[in-house]
């Protein structure tokens, strides 16, 4: 398999409950994005991994708790959520440093619906 | 305050027009800018990046252009066909490496046959 893979690609889930998404990468890449993306707004940033060192965390509440445990594994730990927080959960990857530009390859994203 | 628009948030054009999707920026100086394409129900897919010293890039029927004075990129998509369809993004790379990418809105193309 190549590529970024993210599961589930869709979740539902009540406020009270715990649940993760997984993000997986096959490139050899060096760094791991979580990306929020909602209708009508750019990409968030939520956090950043590079060499399982997470480098940020862009203001992200506490009930999303990010994992690395290797820079090919990244995962999204999620708890008591609320409904605002139901969007398109984007992983990515890339090379860095070096010449690469920081291009970034993406998953399909975990569609996540809180009720 | 720094902000990044794409400026129109849907873009409508017949199959076999040029289509051009604007990008401008304010409060940034951007070292580099890239374009994705993004699928109803996908993650984004990388097109073409371009550095702050060059003013045109080429890809098959895409072109790219960024004035740094105007603080703007164009994108332009030749013989558009309705499989161009799609929403584009442009992404500010602030300097090179590990910086993270600032990315707009995005415009939703449609190519109508």
């Known amino acids: 398999e190549t590529g970024v893979t993210q599961t589930p690609r869709h979740l539902v889930m009540g406020m009270t409950n715990k649940k993760s998404l997984k993000c997986e990468q096959h490139?050899?890449?060096?760094?791991m994005y979580w990306y929020k993306q909602s209708a009508k707004k750019p990409l968030e940033l939520m956090f950043v991994y590079n060499f399982k060192e997470q480098t940020e965390n862009n203001s992200v509440p506490s009930r999303f708790s990010p994992e690395c445990p290797n820079s090919s594994h990244l995962f999204l730990h999620l708890h008591t959520l609320q409904p605002e927080d139901s969007a398109l959960y984007l992983c990515?990857?890339?090379?860095?440093?070096?010449?690469?530009?920081?291009?970034?390859?993406f998953g399909e994203g975990s569609r996540l619906t809180v009720l | 305050s720094q902000k990044i628009e794409q400026n129109s948030e849907a873009l409508n054009i017949q199959e076999g027009k040029t289509a051009t999707l604007t990008c401008n920026y304010t409060n940034y100086s951007p070292a580099y800018l890239q374009w994705y394409r993004q699928d109803p129900g996908r993650g984004p897919v990388f097109l073409l990046l371009i550095r702050e010293n060059e003013k045109e890039k080429r890809k098959e029927r895409l072109k790219v252009t960024f004035d740094t004075t105007l603080k703007q990129s164009l994108f332009h998509i030749t013989a558009s066909q309705p499989a161009d369809s799609a929403t584009y993004l442009c992404?500010?790379?602030?300097?090179?490496?590990?910086?993270?990418?600032?990315f707009g809105k995005g415009t939703r193309l449609s190519v109508i046959a």
């Open positions: 990515a990857s890339s090379q860095v440093p070096g010449d690469s530009a920081g291009e970034l390859f």
């Open positions: 992404a500010l790379g602030l300097l090179s490496g590990n910086t993270p990418l600032v």
């Open positions: 490139l050899g890449h060096n760094a």
